[in-house]
Nanobody, 123 residues
Framework: QVQLVESGGGLVQAGNSLRLSCVAS???????MGWFRQAPGKEREFVAS????????NYLDSVKGRFTISRDRVKNTIYLQMNNLKPEDTALYYC?????????????????WGQGTQVTVSS
């Protein structure tokens, strides 16, 4: 079982940036990893994912060009750099480990979810 801890969330004004981090308790270097988010009253949605070696990434259309996912396989950590934040980005952000090596996008392909870190973007 892999334990995941997210950090880096906070309250920012629109247009500002945040970087989220997610540290795994043990190596997940052979698995894809991803970020999901859930706003109140909404379904959890895919945000970004990265393949086992970082060669492939996928993004939700609305965050393309603003968010960048990366990973440090040595530190067992993934990051989500979020630039030009918008109020609609407000949500609880979760990281997770994919069951596959690829940068999968479907929620049901992921396991070992973290507790989440809150991102709130004001107008």
């Amino acid at each position: 079982q892999v334990q995941l801890v997210e950090s880096g969330g906070g309250l920012v004004q629109a247009g500002n940036s945040l970087r989220l981090s997610c540290v795994a308790s043990r190596t997940a270097s052979n698995n894809g990893m991803g970020w999901f988010r859930q706003a109140p009253g909404k379904e959890r949605e895919f945000v970004a994912s990265i393949s086992w070696n970082g060669d492939t990434t996928n993004y939700l259309d609305s965050v393309k060009g603003r968010f960048t996912i990366s990973r440090d396989r040595v530190k067992n950590t993934i990051y989500l750099q979020m630039n030009n934040l918008k109020p609609e980005d407000t949500a609880l952000y979760y990281c997770a480990v994919s069951r596959h090596a690829a940068a999968t996008t479907a929620m049901n392909t992921y396991r070992s979810w973290g507790q989440g870190t809150q991102v709130t973007v004001s107008s």
